[in-house]
């Protein structure tokens, strides 16, 4: 199987998650696109979705997916999205995308976060994927010059703005030993949004795809 076929079983298998007749969190991304548009063959089961960007709200709606906002819906049972990074404790990067706050506001509404990925997401240790940070404009060079200071080679994501209008710096060069601490450690520096850390509120369930099927990873 190819990259694109791992994701396609990886967003259908997703679909066992859904909680018929509630609202599903849907996050952002290629991983993501595969299981909206499996959602769209299964849409009578669920009484709408709660999207992470702008992107996937625009994909639900092209499938006829009702999209609501956070502030609009009582729960949220089930929140489906990819990872850049996923470790054995289903602590992840994200942000590949720069769609980290949303994702991580929908993440932390959620009861259950179901991370959809291929086998090759799966590290032992966290950080060879540039960890995307989301600033306010007009912090960007004290930040950039903090998380320089922690050790970490920090680069504005050229030509991007956040759905929140703000810029995402990328932090090349981390060994990643400490996600929690490290998670923060970034958030506690004036400007910065959020970080690409899904520490503090990892995946509950990872659904793996490798060439051998689909696994299910829960922490360990
Ligand atoms: C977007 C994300 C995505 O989940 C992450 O980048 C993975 O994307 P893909 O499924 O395309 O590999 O965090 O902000």
């Known amino acids: 199987m190819n990259q694109e076929q791992l994701k396609k079983a990886v967003g259908r298998a997703a679909i066992d998650y859904l909680v018929d007749g509630e609202i599903v969190g849907v996050g952002t991304g290629s991983t993501a696109n595969c299981f909206i548009d499996q959602l769209a063959s299964v849409k009578h089961r669920i009484s709408g979705a ?67 990925a291929d086998g090759s997401k799966l590290v032992p240790v966290l950080g060879r994927f540039p960890l995307p940070v989301e600033v306010i404009p007009m912090a960007l060079g004290h930040v950039t010059r903090e998380l320089a200071a922690l050790g970490g080679r920090p680069a504005r994501r050229e030509g991007f703005v956040t ?35 899904f520490a503090r509120r990892p995946a509950d369930v990872c659904l793996l795809a490798t060439a051998g099927g689909v696994r299910t990873l829960t922490a360990r």
């Open 163 to 197: 759905d929140n209008g703000n810029l995402i710096v990328d932090v090349s060069g981390l060994e990643i030993v400490d996600p929690s601490g490290l998670e923060t450690r970034i958030n506690q520096i004036v400007g910065v949004v959020t970080n690409g850390l």
């Open 50 to 116: 709660v999207a992470s960007s702008e992107a996937t709200r625009q994909r639900l709606a092209s499938h006829g997916i009702a999209v609501y906002g956070l502030d609009e819906v009582d729960r949220l049972p089930v929140y489906v999205d990819g990872a850049d990074e996923i470790n054995s404790a289903m602590q992840m990067i994200k942000g590949g995308g720069g769609a980290l706050t949303r994702e991580k506001i929908v993440a932390a509404v959620a009861a259950k976060f179901v991370c959809i």
